[in-house]
Each structure stands twice: as structure tokens, then as C-alpha cells.
């Protein structure tokens, strides 16, 4: 049996459900960032029309349903729900209705005029407590809304709150496009991946990583760190890194990822050089050094020359590429040179490359590379919470129907 089979919960697609005429409660991710009542950045909103655009070309009634910002259970003005409705209309093309509330007999009278085609946005699920609760009596009332529960919010799929996992308990669900593609591609770098695999890995902190690092330690034939978490590394050889990012108390789990490594026999390849800057910050003085370690009074802010050309080497044989955490302060011009070489050597190396986690994703976006990658998560902490080998409950609830 094919190993994604058995690890991968079995759960219904949307295609195996008939949808016409039916009212569909679809769970969609459009936590969307808003800038004075405007969507600055529609890329969720987008991310979801697969699954639209076949409800209504199947003659659904669709009823939309997600979060947006934290409102901590209570009504909060600019997070409404009418900004994202507005641009999902333009997108579509198409006019939606946006509801007073997510629940209760006004909304389900609003629901229940829905004619196929239709499509009705609800009221964000946040400024209800039971919502993050996974009330059951929440669920219920959501549930009323509709025939049919679809859920395509990867993006939330690791919460079990009530619209991603209590709500399936009260209708046949099924899995939309989105949440099949996340899975399908995910599963396969966990479960089945072509060899040789290198797992690129950066980012802040070691400490948000070591989960990931645990699991895939075992699967992977080489592993490249870069970002912040790096100086953990060199600090736990004894390498001086000056003003740059240590967690101290993971100086061990450092060591311990080195020495499983080496039992393995598998490359862990550190930086060999660093950009380096007088304070973090776009006018900062900025120096090269020419090997590992930062000196006194300067930052690691990037990776250097020697070792984006070491890192690209290592990736031109490789036939998988799993990356999670950008290799410096890329949001920062003169530091993120690093990330976007290394963004076009997984580009052009002819992989399969699954990037995840939120700045990632965000990174290879802003250098144009993001249609170059096999699959770009769009589910930061659902996409990690997958990968360090955590059941998502919002997955595990199709998979009980
Ligand atoms: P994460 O969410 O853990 O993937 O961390 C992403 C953040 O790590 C980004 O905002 C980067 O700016 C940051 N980062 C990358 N390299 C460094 C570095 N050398 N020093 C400090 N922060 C870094």
C-alpha cells in the first residue's frame, strides 16, 4: 500500500458530493489583511476559487463562512466581514451578499432565500466566543445553515474550532479543492518523497523548528540552515556570533540535531560566511566575513556569498525540496539577497519544492518565484503543525464523516 494512503486520514471531496440545489456551509481561510476598510492582499481570497467556482458551476447555493483578525468573541467595527465580501465579488465577478451575523433566524431566513448560484458571506465567526470554543450548540446553529459542510481553510485546519471541526459532526462534509491540494502535496514530502531530499530550513528561532526537524530528520538525505536559528548552531560549537539572535537554552537541542546527522551520515550544511550589519535596519553599515561566526558589536543578518553559492550546489541534484523559514531578514532589501538565491536555485533545480510557513511563502511571493515552486502552502502554522506530524483537527473531523 502506498504509505501516504495509511498515514493521510481518508476524507470525501467535494466531487463526491452532489451539489445542486443544495445550501453549501463552505469553511473557507479569508483572514484576509485589511488597510482603511480596504483587502490589501486578496491571495487567500484567490486561493478559494477553485472550490467557488465549482459550487456554482454545479448549481450550489453557496453560504461562506471564516474568521478575520482577532476579535476575541466580540463585535469589533473594522473587522467586518463587508471589505472581504466586496473583493470577492470583484474577483468573481459576481454579487455576494454579506449577513449581519453568522448565526441565528435572520441569517438562516437570509440563507434559506438563496437561489442556486448565489452566493451569501456571513458575519465574522470571531465575534462569537463559542466559535474558538468548538461550542456544540454553535455548531449546531451554523449547522442550520446548510445541506452540505465543505471545509477549505487550510489555513485554519489546526484549530478545533466550531466551523472547522465541530460543525462536521451536524452535516455531510467533504473536503474542498484547497485543503485536498495542501494535504496531497504536504503528504507527499512526508510521506513519499523523490530522492535525493534536502530540507531547507531558516527563520527565527530554533526553538519553533524542532518539532519539524524531529520528524523529518529521519526522512531527509541533507539538511541547509540558514536565518536566525543558525547562530544557535555556531554558538554551540563555540563559535562567537556578537549581537546576533541565540537561543541558549536550546544550545543542546542544537548539538543533538548535529549528532543525529552524523549517525545518519547525512549533510548538515551551515553557512560559511554571513552578511553582517551594525544594527538591523535598511541604512545599517554592512560587511562580509570570510567564515562562519559574527564579531563583537555586529549582527548576522544574512547569509553570504560563499555560502549561496555552497547551498545552490548542494540543491542541483535534488529530486524533492522542502523549505520552511527564509535565510535572512529578507523583508529588509540590502539582507535578502540570501533567501532570493536561494528561492532561484530550488526555482531552478527542477525539484519538487514545497515551501511553507507564513514568511516563506511571503518571501517567494516578493521575488516572483512563487508560480516556480510545486506548492506554496498557504497555511502558516497548519502547514507546520502537518509537518512535524501532528493530526489537524480540522482534517481529522472530515475524516470521522
Ligand atoms: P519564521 O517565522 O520562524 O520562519 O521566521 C521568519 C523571520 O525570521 C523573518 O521575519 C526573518 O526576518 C527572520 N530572520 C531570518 N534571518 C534572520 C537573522 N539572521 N536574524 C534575525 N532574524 C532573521
Not at 113 to 135: M, S, T, V, W
Not at 148 to 161: E, K
Not at 231 to 249: C, H, L, M, R
Request: with cysteine; aromatic share 6%.
Amino acid at each position: 500500500m502506498n504509505p501516504s494512503e495509511v498515514e493521510t486520514p481518508p476524507f470525501r471531496t467535494i466531487r463526491q458530493l452532489d451539489l445542486e440545489g443544495k445550501r453549501l456551509l463552505i469553511r473557507v481561510d479569508f483572514n484576509v489583511p485589511l488597510k482603511e476598510g480596504k483587502v490589501t492582499d486578496t491571495t487567500r481570497i484567490t486561493a478559494s476559487l477553485p472550490t467557488l467556482r465549482y459550487a456554482l458551476e454545479k448549481k450550489a447555493k453557496l453560504i461562506l463562512m471564516s474568521h478575520l483578525g482577532r476579535p476575541d468573541g466580540k463585535v469589533v467595527e473594522n473587522l467586518r466581514m463587508k471589505p472581504v465580501g466586496e473583493a470577492l465579488s470583484r474577483i468573481l465577478g459576481l454579487p455576494v451578499q454579506t449577513a449581519t451575523d453568522c448565526v441565528g433566524p435572520e441569517v438562516e431566513a437570509q440563507a434559506a432565500r438563496l437561489q442556486p448560484g448565489q452566493i451569501l458571506l456571513l458575519e465574522n465567526l470571531r465575534f462569537h466566543p463559542e466559535e474558538e470554543k468548538n461550542d456544540p450548540q454553535f455548531s449546531k446553529a451554523l449547522a442550520r445553515l446548510g445541506d452540505l459542510y465543505i471545509n477549505d481553510a487550510f489555513g485554519t485546519a489546526h484549530r478545533a474550532h466550531a466551523s472547522t471541526a465541530g460543525v462536521a459532526e451536524f452535516l455531510p462534509a467533504a473536503a474542498g479543492f484547497l485543503l485536498q491540494s495542501e494535504l496531497e502535496a504536504l503528504g507527499k514530502v512526508l510521506h513519499n518523497p523523490q530522492r535525493p531530499y534536502w530540507l531547507i530550513l531558516g527563520g527565527a528561532k530554533v526553538s519553533d523548528k524542532i518539532k519539524l526537524i524531529d520528524n523529518l530528520i529521519d526522512k531527509v538525505n541533507g539538511i541547509l540552515i540558514g536565518g536566525g536559528m543558525q547562530y544557535t548552531f555556531f554558538v554551540a560549537q563555540g563559535i562567537g556570533v556578537g549581537n546576533s539572535p541565540v537561543e541558549k537554552d536550546h544550545l543542546s537541542t542544537a548539538r543533538q540535531v548535529v549528532a543525529k546527522t552524523q549517525q545518519r551520515g547525512i549533510p548538515l550544511l551551515l553557512p560559511l560566511d554571513h552578511v553582517i550589519a551594525d544594527k538591523v535596519a535598511p541604512d545599517a553599515q554592512v560587511k562580509i566575513t570570510d567564515r562562519p561566526g559574527v564579531p563583537d558589536g555586529w549582527e548576522g543578518v544574512d547569509i553570504g556569498p560563499k555560502t549561496r553559492e555552497a547551498f545552490a550546489k548542494a540543491l542541483q541534484g535534488a529530486r524533492t525540496i522542502l523549505w520552511n523559514g527564509p535565510l535572512g531578514i529578507f523583508e529588509m532589501e540590502p539582507f535578502s539577497k540570501g533567501t532570493r538565491a536561494v528561492a532561484e536555485a530550488v526555482a531552478n533545480c527542477g525539484a519538487v519544492s514545497v515551501v511553507g510557513g507564513g514568511d516563506t511563502t511571503a518571501a517567494v511571493t516578493k521575488f516572483g518565484l512563487a508560480d516556480r515552486m510545486t506548492h506554496v502552502s498557504t497555511g502558516g502554522g497548519a502547514s507546520l503543525e502537518f509537518l512535524e506530524g501532528r493530526e489537524l483537527p480540522g482534517v481529522v473531523a472530515l475524516a470521522k464523516r
